[in-house]
Protein backbone atom coordinates (compact mmCIF):
# COMPACT_ATOMS: atom_id res chain seq x y z
CA UNK A 1 0.00 0.00 0.00
CA UNK A 2 1.68 3.24 -0.98
CA UNK A 3 0.79 6.79 -0.40
CA UNK A 4 2.53 10.15 -1.46
CA UNK A 5 3.81 13.07 0.34
CA UNK A 6 2.60 15.89 -0.73
CA UNK A 7 5.20 19.15 -0.95
CA UNK A 8 2.98 21.45 1.07
CA UNK A 9 4.17 19.24 3.86
CA UNK A 10 7.43 20.09 3.75
CA UNK A 11 6.83 23.65 2.80
CA UNK A 12 7.77 24.44 6.54
CA UNK A 13 11.53 22.81 5.62
CA UNK A 14 12.28 25.03 2.45
CA UNK A 15 10.35 28.41 2.64
CA UNK A 16 9.79 30.21 -0.79
CA UNK A 17 12.57 31.62 -2.32
CA UNK A 18 10.62 34.50 -2.95
CA UNK A 19 10.09 35.30 0.41
CA UNK A 20 13.79 36.08 1.29
CA UNK A 21 14.85 39.84 1.28
CA UNK A 22 16.19 40.87 -2.13
CA UNK A 23 19.74 41.68 -2.56
CA UNK A 24 21.91 42.84 -5.69
CA UNK A 25 23.98 40.34 -7.52
CA UNK A 26 27.25 40.71 -9.28
CA UNK A 27 28.54 38.11 -11.43
CA UNK A 28 31.50 37.00 -12.65
CA UNK A 29 31.60 35.13 -15.40
CA UNK A 30 29.01 34.62 -18.68
CA UNK A 31 29.21 31.32 -19.09
CA UNK A 32 26.74 28.01 -19.16
CA UNK A 33 25.79 28.15 -15.12
CA UNK A 34 26.22 32.09 -14.76
CA UNK A 35 23.36 31.96 -17.09
CA UNK A 36 21.41 29.34 -14.87
CA UNK A 37 21.53 31.45 -12.02
CA UNK A 38 20.87 34.54 -13.46
CA UNK A 39 17.47 32.86 -14.65
CA UNK A 40 16.29 31.96 -11.34
CA UNK A 41 17.13 34.74 -9.25
CA UNK A 42 15.34 37.17 -11.60
CA UNK A 43 12.69 34.92 -12.23
CA UNK A 44 12.01 33.14 -8.89
CA UNK A 45 13.85 35.48 -5.77
CA UNK A 46 12.94 38.88 -5.15
CA UNK A 47 16.42 40.08 -5.93
CA UNK A 48 18.35 41.22 -8.73
CA UNK A 49 21.13 40.87 -11.31
CA UNK A 50 22.95 44.23 -11.05
CA UNK A 51 26.17 43.55 -13.21
CA UNK A 52 27.72 41.06 -15.30
CA UNK A 53 31.36 40.93 -15.90
CA UNK A 54 32.90 39.33 -19.00
CA UNK A 55 36.10 39.89 -20.87
CA UNK A 56 34.28 39.99 -23.66
CA UNK A 57 31.93 42.80 -23.83
CA UNK A 58 29.01 41.55 -26.41
CA UNK A 59 29.60 38.20 -24.47
CA UNK A 60 28.00 39.94 -21.84
CA UNK A 61 25.30 41.84 -23.49
CA UNK A 62 23.99 38.69 -25.07
CA UNK A 63 24.19 36.81 -21.47
CA UNK A 64 22.14 39.63 -20.27
CA UNK A 65 19.14 39.45 -23.33
CA UNK A 66 19.06 35.88 -23.13
CA UNK A 67 19.07 35.80 -18.67
CA UNK A 68 17.80 38.38 -17.33
CA UNK A 69 16.19 40.07 -20.30
CA UNK A 70 16.93 42.89 -23.01
CA UNK A 71 15.49 45.47 -20.89
CA UNK A 72 17.29 45.03 -17.73
CA UNK A 73 19.21 47.24 -15.47
CA UNK A 74 22.27 45.30 -15.71
CA UNK A 75 25.60 46.95 -15.68
CA UNK A 76 28.15 45.47 -17.80
CA UNK A 77 31.86 45.41 -16.95
CA UNK A 78 34.73 44.19 -19.02
CA UNK A 79 36.96 44.26 -15.55
CA UNK A 80 36.59 41.81 -12.77
CA UNK A 81 38.05 44.51 -10.62
CA UNK A 82 35.35 47.76 -11.49
CA UNK A 83 32.89 44.93 -11.01
CA UNK A 84 33.62 44.08 -7.51
CA UNK A 85 33.81 48.11 -6.57
CA UNK A 86 30.40 48.67 -7.52
CA UNK A 87 29.22 50.24 -4.50
CA UNK A 88 25.60 49.04 -5.74
CA UNK A 89 26.41 45.59 -5.47
CA UNK A 90 26.04 43.38 -2.42
CA UNK A 91 26.99 39.89 -3.45
CA UNK A 92 29.06 38.62 -5.94
CA UNK A 93 28.31 35.30 -7.40
CA UNK A 94 31.75 33.18 -9.34
CA UNK A 95 30.82 31.03 -12.16
CA UNK A 96 34.07 30.19 -13.74
CA UNK A 97 36.06 27.57 -13.85
CA UNK A 98 37.63 25.67 -11.07
CA UNK A 99 40.72 27.04 -11.58
CA UNK A 100 40.13 30.50 -11.09
CA UNK A 101 37.91 30.37 -8.46
CA UNK A 102 40.32 31.49 -5.48
CA UNK A 103 41.42 34.38 -7.55
CA UNK A 104 38.11 35.66 -8.40
CA UNK A 105 36.81 34.99 -5.04
CA UNK A 106 40.11 36.73 -3.43
CA UNK A 107 39.25 39.61 -5.84
CA UNK A 108 35.54 40.00 -4.28
CA UNK A 109 36.59 39.57 -0.56
CA UNK A 110 39.02 41.89 -0.72
CA UNK A 111 36.92 44.35 -2.06
CA UNK A 112 34.38 43.86 0.80
CA UNK A 113 31.61 41.82 -0.82
CA UNK A 114 29.51 38.99 0.16
CA UNK A 115 30.68 35.64 -2.20
CA UNK A 116 28.88 32.85 -3.55
CA UNK A 117 31.32 30.58 -5.25
CA UNK A 118 30.10 28.01 -7.63
CA UNK A 119 30.96 24.35 -6.51
CA UNK A 120 34.16 22.91 -6.56
CA UNK A 121 34.62 25.93 -4.21
CA UNK A 122 38.34 25.52 -5.52
CA UNK A 123 40.74 23.14 -7.11
CA UNK A 124 41.74 22.18 -3.38
CA UNK A 125 41.87 22.32 0.55
CA UNK A 126 44.89 25.26 0.31
CA UNK A 127 43.05 27.10 -1.95
CA UNK A 128 39.75 26.81 -0.38
CA UNK A 129 41.65 28.17 3.60
CA UNK A 130 43.05 30.74 1.83
CA UNK A 131 39.62 31.95 0.69
CA UNK A 132 38.24 31.30 3.69
CA UNK A 133 40.76 32.90 5.66
CA UNK A 134 40.97 36.20 3.39
CA UNK A 135 36.89 36.01 4.27
CA UNK A 136 36.85 35.80 7.83
CA UNK A 137 39.55 38.94 7.85
CA UNK A 138 37.13 40.73 5.96
CA UNK A 139 34.13 39.89 8.29
CA UNK A 140 32.17 38.94 4.33
CA UNK A 141 30.06 36.07 3.94
CA UNK A 142 30.98 33.27 1.89
CA UNK A 143 29.38 30.25 0.86
CA UNK A 144 30.44 27.11 -1.92
CA UNK A 145 27.18 26.55 -4.46
CA UNK A 146 26.17 23.69 -3.51
CA UNK A 147 22.46 23.83 -4.33
CA UNK A 148 21.35 20.32 -3.55
CA UNK A 149 22.07 21.28 0.25
CA UNK A 150 19.07 23.71 -0.36
CA UNK A 151 16.37 21.80 -2.63
CA UNK A 152 13.04 21.13 -1.40
CA UNK A 153 13.47 16.95 -1.76
CA UNK A 154 16.95 17.18 0.18
CA UNK A 155 14.84 18.62 3.58
CA UNK A 156 12.32 16.36 3.38
CA UNK A 157 15.54 13.16 2.25
CA UNK A 158 16.93 14.85 5.83
CA UNK A 159 13.70 14.88 7.78
CA UNK A 160 12.78 11.09 6.88
CA UNK A 161 15.90 9.95 7.83
CA UNK A 162 16.08 11.84 11.11
CA UNK A 163 13.09 11.00 12.17
CA UNK A 164 13.87 7.20 12.14
CA UNK A 165 11.59 6.24 9.42
CA UNK A 166 14.03 3.66 7.54
CA UNK A 167 16.34 3.21 11.04
CA UNK A 168 20.20 3.46 10.77
CA UNK A 169 21.58 3.91 7.99
CA UNK A 170 24.13 1.46 7.04
CA UNK A 171 24.63 2.54 3.35
CA UNK A 172 24.70 5.67 0.35
CA UNK A 173 24.98 5.16 -3.17
CA UNK A 174 25.24 7.55 -5.31
CA UNK A 175 26.86 8.57 -8.94
CA UNK A 176 27.19 10.90 -11.45
CA UNK A 177 28.04 10.33 -14.74
CA UNK A 178 27.69 12.53 -17.98
CA UNK A 179 29.38 11.43 -21.63
CA UNK A 180 31.40 13.80 -23.36
CA UNK A 181 33.37 13.69 -26.74
CA UNK A 182 37.13 13.80 -26.07
CA UNK A 183 37.96 17.38 -26.71
CA UNK A 184 41.63 18.52 -25.03
CA UNK A 185 40.29 22.25 -25.36
CA UNK A 186 37.37 21.48 -23.50
CA UNK A 187 37.59 22.57 -19.99
CA UNK A 188 36.10 19.31 -18.68
CA UNK A 189 38.98 17.91 -20.26
CA UNK A 190 41.96 20.81 -19.85
CA UNK A 191 44.05 19.98 -16.17
CA UNK A 192 44.90 23.73 -16.52
CA UNK A 193 41.13 24.17 -16.12
CA UNK A 194 41.49 21.79 -13.15
CA UNK A 195 39.29 19.24 -15.26
CA UNK A 196 38.44 16.02 -14.99
CA UNK A 197 35.09 14.31 -13.17
CA UNK A 198 35.90 14.53 -9.74
CA UNK A 199 35.47 18.60 -9.41
CA UNK A 200 32.54 18.83 -11.87
CA UNK A 201 30.14 15.72 -11.48
CA UNK A 202 31.86 13.81 -8.57
CA UNK A 203 31.29 16.47 -6.49
CA UNK A 204 27.67 15.53 -5.54
CA UNK A 205 27.71 12.24 -4.80
CA UNK A 206 30.56 12.98 -2.62
CA UNK A 207 28.88 15.80 -1.14
CA UNK A 208 25.76 13.74 -0.77
CA UNK A 209 27.74 11.17 1.41
CA UNK A 210 28.94 13.71 3.26
CA UNK A 211 25.93 15.59 4.04
CA UNK A 212 24.54 12.38 5.36
CA UNK A 213 27.06 10.73 6.69
CA UNK A 214 29.52 13.36 7.54
CA UNK A 215 33.49 12.83 6.79
CA UNK A 216 34.68 9.36 6.03
CA UNK A 217 36.93 7.69 8.48
CA UNK A 218 38.86 6.14 5.23
CA UNK A 219 38.54 6.66 2.01
CA UNK A 220 39.46 3.87 -1.13
CA UNK A 221 39.83 5.21 -5.19
CA UNK A 222 40.32 3.63 -7.94
CA UNK A 223 40.09 5.68 -11.48
CA UNK A 224 41.11 6.35 -14.77
CA UNK A 225 42.65 9.09 -16.66
CA UNK A 226 42.10 10.98 -19.93
CA UNK A 227 44.56 11.32 -22.53
CA UNK A 228 45.32 14.80 -21.02
CA UNK A 229 45.72 13.53 -17.56
CA UNK A 230 42.38 14.33 -15.62
CA UNK A 231 40.12 11.62 -14.71
CA UNK A 232 37.48 10.27 -16.68
CA UNK A 233 36.10 7.77 -14.16
CA UNK A 234 36.11 6.96 -10.45
CA UNK A 235 34.66 4.90 -8.25
CA UNK A 236 34.87 5.45 -4.83
CA UNK A 237 34.13 3.77 -1.00
CA UNK A 238 33.95 6.11 1.94
CA UNK A 239 34.05 3.80 5.09
CA UNK A 240 32.66 4.72 8.53
CA UNK A 241 32.37 3.55 11.66
CA UNK A 242 30.41 0.49 12.66
CA UNK A 243 30.62 -0.69 9.46
CA UNK A 244 28.73 2.08 7.30
CA UNK A 245 29.84 2.09 4.09
CA UNK A 246 29.24 4.94 1.02
CA UNK A 247 29.47 3.55 -2.46
CA UNK A 248 29.96 6.28 -5.18
CA UNK A 249 30.73 7.09 -8.87
CA UNK A 250 31.46 9.64 -11.29
CA UNK A 251 32.51 9.59 -15.64
CA UNK A 252 32.97 11.26 -17.92
CA UNK A 253 32.56 8.80 -20.13
CA UNK A 254 28.89 7.39 -20.04
CA UNK A 255 25.26 8.82 -18.94
CA UNK A 256 24.88 6.93 -15.95
CA UNK A 257 21.27 6.72 -14.02
CA UNK A 258 22.70 9.60 -11.60
CA UNK A 259 20.34 8.00 -8.59
CA UNK A 260 20.99 7.78 -5.16
CA UNK A 261 19.70 5.86 -2.60
CA UNK A 262 19.76 5.87 1.53
CA UNK A 263 19.73 2.32 2.60
CA UNK A 264 18.66 1.67 6.59
CA UNK A 265 17.89 -1.13 8.81
CA UNK A 266 13.87 -0.16 8.45
CA UNK A 267 14.12 0.64 4.97
CA UNK A 268 15.50 2.66 2.36
CA UNK A 269 15.01 5.81 0.50
CA UNK A 270 15.41 6.02 -3.59
CA UNK A 271 15.96 9.12 -5.22
CA UNK A 272 15.72 9.07 -9.14
CA UNK A 273 17.52 11.24 -11.29
CA UNK A 274 19.25 13.45 -11.29
CA UNK A 275 19.35 12.90 -7.57
CA UNK A 276 21.68 16.30 -6.95
CA UNK A 277 18.76 18.22 -8.70
CA UNK A 278 15.13 18.91 -8.11
CA UNK A 279 13.75 15.13 -8.11
CA UNK A 280 11.38 12.82 -7.02
CA UNK A 281 11.91 9.72 -3.88
CA UNK A 282 10.38 7.06 -2.95
CA UNK A 283 10.62 5.77 0.29
CA UNK A 284 10.27 1.84 0.70
CA UNK A 285 9.67 0.09 3.54
CA UNK A 286 11.16 -3.48 4.42
CA UNK A 287 7.54 -4.39 5.80
CA UNK A 288 5.90 -3.71 2.13
CA UNK A 289 4.69 -0.07 2.80
CA UNK A 290 5.77 2.60 -0.16
CA UNK A 291 5.16 6.35 0.41
CA UNK A 292 6.54 8.82 -2.78
CA UNK A 293 7.56 12.19 -2.98
CA UNK A 294 7.17 14.07 -6.47
CA UNK A 295 9.17 16.40 -7.95
CA UNK A 296 8.68 20.11 -6.74
CA UNK A 297 8.04 22.25 -10.22
CA UNK A 298 10.75 24.33 -9.75
CA UNK A 299 14.24 25.41 -11.31
CA UNK A 300 16.20 24.97 -8.08
CA UNK A 301 19.58 27.67 -8.04
CA UNK A 302 16.87 30.08 -6.69
CA UNK A 303 16.88 28.24 -3.18
CA UNK A 304 20.67 28.47 -2.56
CA UNK A 305 20.06 32.36 -3.87
CA UNK A 306 17.64 32.42 -0.94
CA UNK A 307 19.79 31.54 1.59
CA UNK A 308 22.80 33.70 0.67
CA UNK A 309 20.55 36.91 0.64
CA UNK A 310 18.89 35.58 4.01
CA UNK A 311 22.03 35.11 5.51
CA UNK A 312 23.82 38.39 4.50
CA UNK A 313 21.01 40.14 5.88
CA UNK A 314 20.93 38.52 8.97
CA UNK A 315 24.80 39.44 9.59
CA UNK A 316 25.90 35.99 8.94
CA UNK A 317 29.05 35.17 7.43
CA UNK A 318 28.73 31.17 6.57
CA UNK A 319 25.87 29.41 5.81
CA UNK A 320 24.29 26.46 8.55
CA UNK A 321 23.49 24.26 5.64
CA UNK A 322 26.83 24.60 4.03
CA UNK A 323 29.17 25.70 6.43
CA UNK A 324 32.67 26.92 5.29
CA UNK A 325 33.94 23.56 7.52
CA UNK A 326 31.45 21.45 5.43
CA UNK A 327 33.70 23.02 2.75
CA UNK A 328 37.17 22.09 3.92
CA UNK A 329 35.91 18.26 4.87
CA UNK A 330 34.79 18.10 1.56
CA UNK A 331 37.28 19.39 -0.97
CA UNK A 332 39.91 17.67 1.62
CA UNK A 333 38.25 14.24 0.55
CA UNK A 334 38.66 15.33 -2.83
CA UNK A 335 42.19 16.13 -2.87
CA UNK A 336 42.63 12.31 -1.21
CA UNK A 337 40.43 10.77 -3.86
CA UNK A 338 42.73 13.05 -6.80
CA UNK A 339 45.59 11.57 -5.10
CA UNK A 340 44.82 8.10 -5.35
CA UNK A 341 43.72 8.61 -8.74
CA UNK A 342 46.69 10.15 -9.73
CA UNK A 343 45.49 13.62 -10.57
CA UNK A 344 47.19 16.80 -9.99
CA UNK A 345 46.55 20.52 -11.46
CA UNK A 346 49.68 22.59 -13.10
CA UNK A 347 51.17 24.53 -10.07
CA UNK A 348 49.90 22.71 -7.56
Given at each position: M???I???????L??????????????????????????????F??S?????????E?????F?????????????????E??????????V?????????????????????????????????A??R????A??A?G????????????????A????????????????????????P?N?Q????????????????????????????????????S?????????G????????A????????T????????TA??????????????????????????D???S?Y????????E???????????????E???????????????M????A????R?P??
Open positions: GNTESALISHTPSPMDAPAVKWGIIGAGWISGEFAQCVTNTSVIAAVGSRDEKARAIAENIGADADTTIYTSYDLVRDPDIDVYIGTPHSHHRDHALLAINAGKHVLVEKAFTRNAEAEVLDARQVFVMEAMWTRHLPHIAVRDIVANGTIGEVTTILADHGQYFFPHRLFAPELAGGALLDLGVYPVAFAHDLLGTPDKIVAGALTQTGVDQIAIIFEYDGVRASLHTLWGQTPTSIVGSKGRIDIEGAFYAPSAFTVVGYGSTRERDEIRGLFEAAEVARSITAGKTSERMTWQNTLDLIESDEIRQVGVYGE
